[in-house]
T-cell receptor, first 112, second 111 residues
Framework: NAGVTQTPKFQVLKTGQSMTLQCAQDMNHEYMSWYRQDPGMGLRLIHYSVGAGITDQGEVPNGYNVSRSTTEDFPLRLLSAAPSQTSVYFC???????????FGAGSRLTVL | DQQVKQNSPSLSVQEGRISILNCDYTNSMFDYFLWYKKYPAEGPTFLISISSIKDKNEDGRFTVFLNKSAKHLSLHIVPSQPGDSAVYFCAASGGDYKLSFGAGTTVTVRA
């Protein structure tokens, strides 16, 4: 019963490098999303997807790309990392018609 | 501009006493509200929720109150226990797929 799995848990990047945060869920949830958590800001929505092949922007999408080729996976790509992207990233999912999100354990990213 | 606000960054309470966490929202389209609890190095976990058609929902030691006219909700924890020490996030949904979160309140339960 894995739920939402995020990898890696920790990552350090240099400015300008690219990387992908992985997210997988095994609950057959249609909806998946990425949030970032910053001190004093709470959780802010980056991108979300309502199903395979469908993605949309959230509150803070700049600097991030997503794709949803399967129901299970929703990777978040940083094309050119910036220090402002230092944060803790959470992936979350929920089933159709549900209001409660299930979160992964988070990925802590530091950009130097 | 944050649509969900938790104006108290922290709360300290003695074990056995009541913890009251407050949350205000600005979007009148919000119709479903949730509280999440987060421990360090873990993801947020769902705690309790309330629909806009209700003004109170209770689950064991946790009760959420909703005042729609004031656009205000609160979470009561009675009695507070050491395991309740965590960050609590208020969240709201307007019927679309997106949840808006507050900044969180860190609760510390003192022995």
């Amino acid at each position: 019963n894995a739920g939402v799995t995020q990898t890696p848990k920790f990552q350090v990047l240099k400015t300008g490098q690219s990387m992908t945060l992985q997210c997988a869920q095994d609950m057959n949830h249609e909806y998946m999303s990425w949030y970032r958590q910053d001190p004093g800001m709470g959780l802010r929505l980056i991108h979300y997807s309502v199903g395979a092949g469908i993605t949309d922007q959230g509150e803070v999408p700049n600097g991030y790309n997503v794709s949803r080729s399967t129901t299970e996976d929703f990777p978040l790509r940083l094309l050119s990392a910036a220090p402002s992207q230092t944060s803790v990233y959470f992936c979350a999912s929920r089933g159709a018609g549900a209001n409660v999100l299930t979160f992964g354990a988070g990925s802590r990213l530091t950009v130097l | 501009d944050q649509q969900v606000k938790q104006n108290s960054p922290s709360l300290s309470v003695q074990e056995g006493r009541i913890s009251i966490l407050n949350c205000d929202y600005t979007n009148s389209m919000f119709d479903y509200f949730l509280w999440y609890k987060k421990y360090p190095a873990e993801g947020p976990t769902f705690l309790i929720s309330i629909s806009s058609i209700k003004d109170k929902n209770e689950d064991g030691r946790f009760t959420v109150f909703l005042n729609k006219s004031a656009k205000h909700l609160s979470l009561h924890i009675v009695p507070s226990q050491p395991g309740d020490s965590a960050v609590y996030f208020c969240a709201a949904s307007g019927g679309d797929y997106k949840l808006s979160f507050g900044a969180g309140t860190t609760v510390t339960v003192r022995a």
